[in-house]
């Protein structure tokens, strides 16, 4: 079972940004497509973004042109650039392994949920 470490997170104003880590560890994540979710309080977790092993990217809607998923295998990490952040983007934000349907990923995570990172959006 893959398991992934998230840090990056934090307190930021409304405008503000914020690039979250998800480190692979234990194995090298080249050929695996990950995914971003996050769960507000009070709310279920949704899927925010995912990047195929070829780099093809997914947004759900409320992120696109905000947010930047990238990968960079090297260093074995998935990232996820916030831009432009809004309180409703606060909560914890996890990073999954995610299918893939024809080469694009899709926002259907599979394994354990790790600890995550808190993303806090208010003045």
């Known amino acids: 079972q893959l398991q992934f470490v998230e840090s990056g997170g934090g307190l930021v104003q409304p405008g503000g940004s914020l690039r979250l880590s998800c480190a692979a560890s234990?194995?090298?994540?080249?050929?695996?497509?990950i995914g971003w979710f996050r769960q507000a309080p009070g709310k279920e977790r949704e899927g925010v973004s995912c990047?195929?092993?070829?780099?093809?990217?997914t947004y759900t809607d409320s992120v696109k042109g905000r947010f930047t998923i990238s990968r960079d295998n090297a260093k074995n990490t998935v990232y996820l650039q916030m831009d432009r952040l809004k309180p409703e983007d606060t909560g914890i934000y996890h990073c999954?392994?995610?299918?893939?349907?024809?080469?694009?990923?899709?926002?259907?995570?599979?394994?354990?949920w790790g600890q995550g990172t808190q993303v806090t959006v208010s003045s």
């Open positions: 999954l392994q995610v299918d893939i349907a024809q080469a694009v990923c899709v926002m259907a995570p599979f394994g354990d």
């Open positions: 990047i195929s092993s070829g780099g093809i990217t």
């Open positions: 234990g194995f090298t994540l080249d050929h695996y497509a």
